[in-house]
């Protein structure tokens, strides 16, 4: 149980184009979800957290308006990284946190790599 | 402000060692405390967690970690590694009572010779 899934899991898009990456919680229910940024051989950096029919909270440093969030259901959460370029490109990991009963531990999906040209 | 330290930023054992990875924190109440491990294409994986109570907290797939909070470390061990257990390991700290809000280390990349 618990499973988080990412897609797609890998994009490659260009310069001034918009990407949209998609979180989704197959077997719970997902109150509150999580988008991290990984850069090569570096920790996991909290871009911003997303509650269910609320408006995300983000990060200090990280621009809402370029990394939007939007968590429609209890079950998806999706990442608009909008006017992409290239030092946007990062590993990017979402993680949900079940709503009721098991709100101990964070669930993290595979991740997905987008590389901007 | 919460942090995470892993001083080891790669280790080598050999097959069928025992391992041990480190994890100091910062935190200025009890936290919660995670270990994760990150294979390729796989995302973040729970190994154990500990919250309160027996500071020896066993995981899955034969880790455990101590939380020692006079040291403010949380040390993850291995008594015999396997080739499989190659894999990059995260230690993590939250705030007291939750898991959101999660701080990560810088991880410790696991290689390990036959």
């Known amino acids: 149980g618990a499973v988080v899934s990412q897609h797609p899991s890998w994009v490659i898009c260009k310069s001034g184009t918009s990407v949209k990456i998609e979180c989704r919680s197959l077997?719970?229910?997902?109150?509150?979800m999580f988008w991290y940024r990984q850069f090569p051989k570096q920790s996991l950096m909290l871009m911003a957290t997303?509650?269910?029919?609320?408006?995300?909270?983000?990060e200090q440093g990280v621009e809402k308006d370029k990394f939007l969030i939007n968590h429609a259901s209890l079950t998806l959460s999706t990442l608009t990284v909008t006017s992409a370029h290239p030092e946007d490109s990062s590993f990017y990991i979402c993680?949900?946190?079940?709503?009721?009963?098991?709100?101990?531990?964070?669930?993290f999906g595979p991740g997905t790599r987008l590389t901007v040209l | 402000a919460q942090s995470v330290t892993q001083p080891d930023i790669h280790i080598t054992v050999s097959e069928g060692a025992s391992l041990e990875l480190r994890c100091n924190y910062s935190?200025?109440?009890?936290?919660?405390l995670f270990w994760y491990v990150q294979s390729p294409g796989q995302g973040l994986q729970l190994l154990l967690k500990?919250?309160?109570?027996?500071?020896l907290v066993q995981g899955i797939k034969g880790f455990e970690a101590e939380f020692k909070r006079s040291q403010s470390s949380f040390n993850l061990r291995k008594p015999s590694v396997h080739w499989s257990d190659a894999a990059e390991y995260f230690c993590?700290?939250?705030?007291?009572?939750?898991?959101?809000?999660?701080?990560f280390g810088t991880g410790t990349r696991l290689q390990v010779t036959l």
């Open positions: 993680s949900a946190l079940p709503g009721q009963g098991f709100t101990d531990t964070q669930y």
């Open positions: 997303s509650n269910e029919g609320s408006k995300a909270t983000y």
């Open positions: 500990y919250f309160s109570g027996d500071t």
């Open positions: 993590a700290v939250g705030p007291t009572g939750t898991a959101s809000k999660l701080t």
């Open positions: 077997d719970f229910q997902a109150t509150t």
């Open positions: 935190y200025g109440a009890t936290p919660y």
